[in-house]
């Protein structure tokens, strides 16, 4: 059972362009959830969200940023026309329920 | 005033050493995780706890909820024990907040 799994790791992009990071929770996980952590910062969550539902997005910018986790394929968070302040590592975490969390290795944002 | 204040901030110790890590905090909440971040950030989940007291080898964590403080203990510290110790609140069902964490060296 492979754990959470990210992609890509690193992702460079210019100001402008979109950025789509990716989580496949683990299997089973019908759980998942996205934190962003800024350079010197610690982890701020995003998003939490249950197979094709947003449950709560109160940690989300309220422009640019979106999320989905859809019935078949991993969990995707855009980040439309990148700014330098974007660049974070995003962390998707997977639970089989409220509770217990098991953290991907990261996407690391670099905007140019 | 952060809601997850964790204590020290950076820490140094030496092989072999017991290090305790500190972490209060200021919000209901309905589990505490222990969180282990080494160089090149990958997160891995060292404990849940909502009460009591948990072992895993040579690390254990305990909780206080009546005083809102948790501790966690890495007894005959490693130098492959240096990471950033990162204390997180549940507070609800859905959000997690986090403290900045602490960055431990063990020197051989």
Redesign the interface.
């Known amino acids: 059972n492979a754990g959470v799994m990210q992609n890509p790791r690193h992702l460079v992009r210019r100001r402008g362009q979109e950025a789509r990071l990716r989580c496949s929770p683990m299997k089973g996980h019908s759980h998942v ?1 996205w ?1 962003r952590q800024l350079p010197e ?5 995003m998003v ?1 969200l249950q197979k094709e539902n947003i ?2 997005e ?2 989300m910018p309220k422009e640019r940023f979106s999320a989905e986790f859809p019935k078949e394929g991993p969990s995707i968070l855009r980040i439309q026309q990148v700014v330098r302040g974007d660049s974070a ?1 995003y ?1 998707c ?1 997977s639970s089989p329920w ?9 996407t ?1 944002l670099t905007v140019v | 005033k952060n809601e997850v204040e964790q204590s020290p901030q950076n820490l140094t110790a030496q092989e072999g050493e017991f290090i305790t890590i500190n972490c209060s905090y200021s919000v209901g909440i ?2 505490l ?1 222990w ?1 282990q971040q080494h160089p090149g ?5 060292l404990f ?1 706890l909502s009460s009591g007291k948990k072992k895993h080898g040579r690390l254990i964590a305990t909780i206080n909820i009546q005083e809102k403080h948790s501790s966690l203990h890495i007894t005959a510290s490693h130098p492959r024990d240096s990471a950033v110790y ?1 204390c ?1 609140v ?1 507070v609800g ?9 602490t960055r431990l060296t063990v020197k051989p």
């Open positions: 959830y934190y910062e610690g982890l701020k969550f939490y449950i709560d109160s940690g590592a962390f975490a409220v509770g217990e969390a098991f953290f991907g290795q990261g690391r | 309905s589990a995780h969180l950030g990958g997160i891995v989940s849940m990162i997180a549940r069902n859905n959000d997690m907040r986090f403290g900045a964490g």
